[in-house]
């Protein structure tokens, strides 16, 4: 288990789902991870927000779809962490992305803005205040891993150095090839690569911590889930399958690999 305090620039530290229908992935989530939930109004006409939590540490939130954009799948969306929302947004056009919502204050607990990188993935900013993001990492039912799927590694690994300054480097994979891992002050915080197959949009990608992963999507599919990839190993990783809640937001858990030696 992991508690983090603050993030550092570029680094993933919280994730959302967007979905059509809040209680029915309450449900499914609460189910399979044993989230949390409290209910946060939003405005007068009651509207909520669900934001989660594991034994009271900050772990994921659960929003309504906006108006204009009802009727469509949920989605996952990763936040990375800003030190100024507004100075980091400036950069934005210039590097190839574009700007979709903000900035803006949300309430007391932090500034945010929504863009989509030059390749067409979809991420947001945060600028903590009151509320850093996720609390707690690295256990099962928290955020493991997050990772950006798309077809143009290095044009979209250069717009997230050029707009937040992160670092990338190249990891060697057993069996051969590289993996783009994010890199902040020194530790990987994520990945990049691309689709295993073409056609596949560009989208961050988050990975949940489990304890056995066969266990874990069997009880997705019960819960009304759908198996996307099925259950695959990465040697000196771990073992991971890419699922789909009942709204169609695309999630994947991760079984890490113990320590050896």
Known sequence: MAKFESYAQGTPC???????????????????FGWEV????VDDEGNQYLAVSLEGDAVAGIAGQVPGATGGPASWVVYLAADDVDAVTARVAGAGGRVEA???????????VALGDPTGARVNLWQARQHIGTVRVNEPGTPVWHEL????????????????????EAMPVQGGGTYTCL??????VGGAMAPPQPGIPAYWAVY????????????????????????FDVP??????????????VFSLMQSQPPTG
Do not use: C, I, K, N
């Not at 903000?102 to 945010?112: E, I, K």
């Not at 000196?236 to 937001?249: C, F, I, K, S, Y």
């Open 14 to 32: 919280y994730v959302e789902l967007t979905t059509p229908d809040q209680q029915a992935a309450r449900a499914f989530y609460t189910g399979l």
């Open 38 to 41: 409290e209910e946060v109004p």
């Open 102 to 112: 903000g900035p803006f204050d949300v309430m007391g607990l932090g500034r945010m």
């Open 149 to 168: 799927m798309t077809p143009d590694v290095e044009r979209a690994t250069r717009f997230y150095a050029d707009v937040l300054g992160v670092a990338w």
């Open 183 to 188: 890199v902040v002050d020194g530790r990987r």
């Open 208 to 231: 949940f911590a489990v304890e056995s992963l066969d266990d874990a999507v069997a009880w997705a599919e019960h819960l009304g889930g759908t198996v996307v990839v099925p259950a």
């Open 236 to 249: 000196g990783v771990g073992r991971m399958a890419v699922l789909a809640d009942p709204q169609g937001g």
